[in-house]
């Protein structure tokens, strides 16, 4: 029989502790330590230093090892199976994060509805929505499946006597936070709760082999609300983030056992729900304004996929006080540093200017290999000179102002001649050992300044 003690977790990192104390020795966190209900006696984490011959496996030769192709679901959305990796491997536990209203309901629904065309038994659970308020959402999507069972319960044990009853072959837990285990005491979405009901869930997937989809909520901070340890925990965790305010929404997959990660999907949220962007340079260039200062657009890579995007900067005086500096869509601890080097190599007197710098279309990079684009677009509007609206700019910048080598050149390039772009300037250093396809022109370039006089014509 267990007996029952209390404990203190940790909210942000799952440190436990027998007392409460103000600050976690974890993640060094003020005031995140709960009161929650320890189970003792179980000791499920003891079963490692048991010597137990009969459930032990033995080791095998990896070359004895018979190596199985995992069939993948496919889903009708090209653009989430490739941020899968190839499609739904069967038993898989994966994990959907963002920010409330982003679109995970919409998205997941939409995908369940495909799979339930299939003649696949698929069952959603809301925790969230009553099955009238899914049924209203299903309406809007044009959802008519036969195959999709809707179900609105937050009972964990509930939900898995209807898994077993039935035997989906896809299962949507919408959202992890407002699942509850009954003998556990502590709150839904509670660090105790989410990792008893994860891991209850993790098995039921691997058992039967059912793939489960579980939404998390993201705080604040922007990490998946509750344990850090959820991420361990499942197979995949895929993030679905975006604007609000832009109607572009951007699946990214930040974990990835059966594929790669830093893959991108990209959908746009309409009023028939989500549909997928398979041309996503030709939107995010489709507002371009050519002919104005501080405009470059540069070749960036989102996984495996190159994206041609807008990077805008606006230089103006500082009327008062610090200058400003100011990034949307890229980290913006580059800015300055970009600034200080154009300052320091290239004689730009930057230091009473503020500067905002954007990514075009609401889409986040952050890759080194944008640097050349960003300080070409503060070269460009500080001095008011407009770039050559055919050009594409790709490279990484050094602090002695030298372009330095980037990877997947060839892409790259090849992405900026699909969309009729007339030349691409790159590192001098990437020139060598491919051939560049003949209906664009490359140019190479080793230092800011030389960039700065392809691109902005030095006066
Ligand atoms: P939702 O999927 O409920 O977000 P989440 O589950 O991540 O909290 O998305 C809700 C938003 O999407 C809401 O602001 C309305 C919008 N939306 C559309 O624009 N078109 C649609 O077809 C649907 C279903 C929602
Ligand atoms: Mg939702």
Not at 183 to 200: H, L, M, N
Request: proline share 5%.
């Amino acid at each position: 029989m267990a007996k029952r003690k209390i404990k203190f977790v940790c909210q942000e990192c799952g440190y436990e502790s027998p007392k409460w104390m103000g600050k976690c020795p974890g993640c060094h966190q003020w005031n995140t330590l709960v009161e929650e209900a320890a189970m003792t006696g179980s000791g499920n984490s003891r079963h490692i230093f048991q010597t137990n011959s009969q459930t032990s496996a033995k080791p095998e030769k990896i070359t004895a090892i018979k190596s199985e192709k995992e069939p993948r679901m496919t889903t009708d959305m090209p653009e989430l199976n490739r941020v899968l990796g190839g499609g739904i491997v069967p038993g898989s536990l994966v994990l959907i994060g963002g920010d409330p209203g982003i679109g995970k309901s919409t998205l997941l629904l939409q995908v369940s509805a495909q799979i339930a065309d299939k003649q696949l038994p698929v069952l959603y659970i809301s925790g969230e929505e009553s099955s009238r308020q899914t049924k209203l959402r299903a309406e809007r999507l044009n959802i008519t499946s036969d195959e999709l069972y809707v179900l609105s319960e937050t009972n964990l044990q509930d939900v898995i006597t209807q898994i077993e009853q039935i035997d989906p072959k896809f299962v949507v837990i919408d959202s992890i936070q407002t699942i509850f285990k009954e003998d556990i005491t502590s709150a839904p979405g509670s660090v105790s709760q989410v990792r008893e009901c994860t891991s209850q869930l993790m098995r039921i997937a691997k058992s039967k082999g059912i793939p489960i989809f579980i939404v998390g909520h993201v705080t604040k901070e922007g990490s998946i609300a509750g344990p850090r340890l959820l991420e361990h925990m499942v197979d995949s965790v895929l993030y679905f983030e975006g604007e609000r305010h832009h109607t572009f929404r951007i699946l990214r997959s930040v974990k990835n056992r059966f594929g790669s990660t830093h893959e991108m999907g990209i959908f746009e949220m309409k009023e028939k729900g989500l549909e997928e962007v398979l041309n996503p340079s030709e939107i995010f260039l489709e507002e371009r304004s050519q002919g104005a200062a501080g405009s470059i657009v540069v070749a960036s890579m989102e996984g495996t996929r190159p994206v041609l995007v807008e990077i805008q900067a606006l230089i103006s005086p500082t009327s008062f006080g610090n200058p400003r500096r100011m990034a949307t869509g890229l980290d913006t601890s580059r800015v300055p540093l970009l600034m200080a080097v154009l300052e320091k190599r290239a004689g730009l007197l930057l230091q009473n200017q503020d500067a905002y710098i954007k990514v075009a279309g609401g889409v986040k990079l952050d890759e080194p290999a944008i640097d050349l684009a960003v300080a070409l677009s503060i070269a460009s509007s500080f001095r008011e000179q407009v770039s050559n609206g055919d050009d594409v700019v790709v490279g990484e910048v050094g602090l002695t102002g030298e372009v330095r080598r980037v990877a997947r050149i060839e892409q790259r390039v090849q992405e900026a001649a699909k969309l009729g772009f007339k030349r691409v300037i790159i590192p001098k250093k990437n020139l060598e050992g491919w051939t560049p396809p003949s209906s664009i022109e490359v140019v190479g370039v080793s230092t800011v300044q030389e960039a700065m006089q392809v691109t902005l014509g030095d006066r």
